[in-house]
């Protein structure tokens, strides 16, 4: 049985929710909207003889339509940032693409986005840093006074064979690369941080 | 996300789950927008199902990336709870 003004406290109810939303997406708005809708069946399923104070209660405990709103929104800013902000925790683009590609053709300008994406853990880009370091070391004129008096000496000795490894050592940025993208499909383990009512004790 | 690792669950089943533990619900209906979120991030993924005497209901179930994430704060809740015993202990 239905209670005496259900459409009026219902439709009241999710008229003030729906202009609390004015200023959500429509996807969002349609989603919320349809999930509170779909509560207050459920929840009057579960009724026998419905009275207008169970209505009442009903929307007492889904709470305000302002804090519903709010709740709604605060999701979306959230996930709005975080897809304004070029790189995504959840998700790589650009910038991962770019630095895994300059980390093989321009190290330093390839480790600096590494080092800017929030993709990667700390552990992946410490090992692509030390990866990489190595060959970007020997071949950097400005470390050249410090490294050549080392590897000089060093090279000779090695005979013939130096010149291919020194030049293999350029497979590092590769392996660094190639390491990365593998990262990419197993992404480390992030925490998971609760919000919104759940959070709150 | 807990209630969902042994089955799948609608929105209204979740809610009175978690409705019944005192304190940690307080009002019903921001769980949606939570929900919502938790199924853009796609910790979960949603699936309509018919129902007996009533309208389809949406069922939220773990996604795999959901599963990893419960696991990952399962490990931090559980150093963060020792930690936080160790200084309750310390200080009665």
């Known amino acids: 049985m239905t209670a005496p003004h259900a459409t009026q406290i219902v439709e009241g109810y999710i008229a003030r929710l729906e202009s609390e939303l004015d200023?959500?997406?429509?996807?969002?708005?349609?989603e919320l909207l349809a999930d509170v809708r779909g509560h207050i069946t459920e929840a009057r399923l579960g009724l026998e003889h419905e009275t207008d104070a169970d209505l009442l209660n009903i929307l007492d405990r889904l709470g305000e339509p302002a804090e519903l709103a709010g709740e709604a929104m605060e999701a979306t800013s959230a996930q709005t940032v975080a897809s304004d902000s070029s790189y995504s925790t959840t998700a790589w683009g650009w910038i991962e693409l770019a630095a895994i590609l300059l980390v093989i053709l321009a190290?330093?300008?390839?480790?600096?986005?590494?080092?800017?994406?929030?993709?990667?853990?700390?552990?992946?880009k410490a090992v692509v840093t030390a990866l990489g370091a190595v060959p970007f070391s020997l071949g950097f004129p400005l470390f050249a006074p410090l490294i050549g008096p080392i590897l000089g000496p060093l090279l000779e000795r090695i005979g013939p064979p130096a010149p291919i490894l020194v030049g293999s050592l350029g497979l590092l940025n590769i392996a660094a690369a190639i390491y990365l993208a593998v990262r990419l499909w197993r992404p480390p383990e992030r925490p998971l941080r609760l919000t919104g009512p759940v959070a709150r004790g | 996300m807990a209630?969902?690792?042994?089955?799948?669950?609608?929105?209204?089943?979740?809610?009175?789950?978690?409705a019944r533990v005192d304190g940690l619900l307080t009002s019903e209906g921001t769980m949606y927008p939570l929900l919502?979120?938790?199924r853009r991030e796609r910790l979960v993924v949603t699936e309509w199902r018919e129902s007996k005497g009533g309208p389809p209901r949406k069922y939220y179930r773990l996604s795999r990336t959901g599963e990893r994430a419960l696991e990952g704060f399962r490990k931090e809740w559980a150093t963060l709870r020792s930690?936080?015993?160790?200084?309750l202990k310390g200080g009665t």
Do not use: K
Not at chain 2, 83 to 87: K, P, S
């Open chain 1, 23 to 30: 200023t959500a997406p429509a996807d969002r708005r349609r």
């Open chain 1, 107 to 124: 190290w330093p300008a390839g480790i600096i986005l590494v080092w800017l994406s929030r993709f990667w853990g700390i552990r992946d």
């Open chain 2, 3 to 18: 209630l969902l690792t042994s089955r799948p669950r609608y929105g209204y089943e979740l809610v009175q789950e978690l």
């Open chain 2, 36 to 38: 919502a979120r938790l």
């Open chain 2, 83 to 87: 930690a936080v015993d160790g200084i």
